[in-house]
Every structure is written in structure tokens, then in C-alpha cells.
């Protein structure tokens, strides 16, 4: 089916969509990202079931999440699977109150979900987005969600950005005074590298 087709058949029964897709995989463990924004029901099927294991990617810098956004949209490309894949970098806008706004949303979906997990009893296991270039991390989380032996696999991509932030944006002085407010300076340093994402990851 083109994708459209399959777009069309997910949104009409997204949790008979998901059980066809679950049938159908062909390997012992199977999973899926889910973004702020996916199918409500889906997400509460998944917390509620006690074959779905949780994990949960969080990234405590919101200035390189936010930058990489941006980025990404400007660019249009949102994944490079080698340096000469990686489009010059273009100098972003700041503005404070969008920046703010946007930290709320992020800050209150995480608060949320993980209410929502702790409400129905379920287990979770957090990993932070820096830690996954780490293989022992990347390990550890595939134990969590039952991969018996796991292996790492090469890394699949290759960050788009640099690691000093301040430098990315067009007004970095409001980006200072932003953060202050915030006590997050330690933002402007993204420690984040990116590895080999899981094979298999629920939520």
C-alpha cells in the first residue's frame, strides 16, 4: 500500500491498525515511537496493557531540542546518515516567548505522561537523549523492554548541529537573558551525541 493508503487505514481504527502491524512483524520484539500529537487512545492502550513495555526518551536540554527543531524545518532534512549529508547550518531566530511557551508544552506533555504511567501502576523505564551514544546505556534499554542478548548496533546517524548553541542563534545575548531566567545556562553546552537508536522501543 502507498502511503497515503496506510495513513488512511491508521487514522480510520489506529488501535486495529496497530494490532494488524503487531501480527504481522516478523521478530520477537516490536515497538514504536510515540510522538506528543499520536493517537491519544493508543498511547493509553499501551500504559494500560501489561504486555507493553514503556520507555521513555527525554532530552533535559530544551535549547538543543529546540534548535534542532528549528533546523530541521528550515532544512527539511530531519536525519543525515553521513557528515557530507549535513546541510549547512542556518542562524535561527530567538524569540523569548515563543522559546518559553514551547518549554511549558514540553515540560507539561512529560509531567503528563508520566502521571498517567504512574496512575495505572506501570513501569517505565527514562533515558536521556545524551545517553544514547552510550552502548551500555542503549543495552540497558533494550534489556527493559525483554531483548534477551542485545547487541549495539553502528551508529545509523550522525548529528546535525554543534555542540555550543549560543553561537546558532541570530540574537545570542536574548538567548543569554532567556536562559538566566530560567537558571538553565548550562543549555548553551549540548553534551548530546547521537547513537544507534533502539530496534525495538514502545511509546
Known sequence: KDQAALLAERDSDPLAFLGRV?????????????FRGHSAPVRDHVIAAPDWRVLVLYRENFLALFASQRTARLTGRYIARSPDAVPPLPVLP????????????????????IAQCDRAGK??????????????FLRNAAR???????????????????????????????????????NRLHWLVDCAAIGAMLLAVAL
Open 22 to 34: 503487531v501480527a504481522a512483524c516478523p521478530t520477537p520484539n516490536f515497538g514504536f515511537k510515540w
Open 94 to 113: 530567538f524569540v523569548p516567548e515563543e522559546f518559553l511557551r514551547e518549554y511549558s508544552h514540553y515540560r507539561r506533555y512529560y509531567d503528563g505522561l
Open 123 to 136: 513501569a517505565f523505564h527514562l533515558i536521556e537523549y545524551k545517553d544514547l551514544s552510550n552502548r551500555a
Open 144 to 182: 527493559q523492554i525483554g531483548v534477551g542478548v542485545p547487541v549495539s548496533p553502528p551508529p545509523a546517524m550522525v548529528k546535525q548541529g554543534t555542540t555550543r548553541l549560543l553561537g546558532r542563534f541570530a540574537e545570542p545575548d536574548v538567548v543569554l537573558r532567556t536562559l538566566e531566567t530560567l
